[in-house]
């Protein structure tokens, strides 16, 4: 049974639809993040795994506002 996190938990944090892109050379665009949807909960843990160089970083920093 899957149980509906958001009936339990008061949500802190909700990313929808983030794209990241940098422009690496004169007409070359990088997409280090794209699309990505996450909610995050007061009380869980969320957890972003993946290979190195696959946007983890980039995904929190933006997510942040630091970029």
Do not use: P, W
Request: charged share 25%; with cysteine; proline share 0%.
């Amino acid at each position: 049974m899957v149980r509906d996190l958001s009936k339990d938990n008061e949500l802190i944090l909700e990313v929808r639809n983030l794209t990241k892109q940098f422009k690496v050379a004169k007409n070359n665009i990088l997409t280090a993040c794209d699309n990505i949807n996450l909610s995050m909960y007061k009380g869980k843990t969320l957890g972003i795994v993946g290979e190195s160089g696959c946007g983890k970083s980039t995904l929190a920093t933006t997510v942040m506002r630091l970029h």
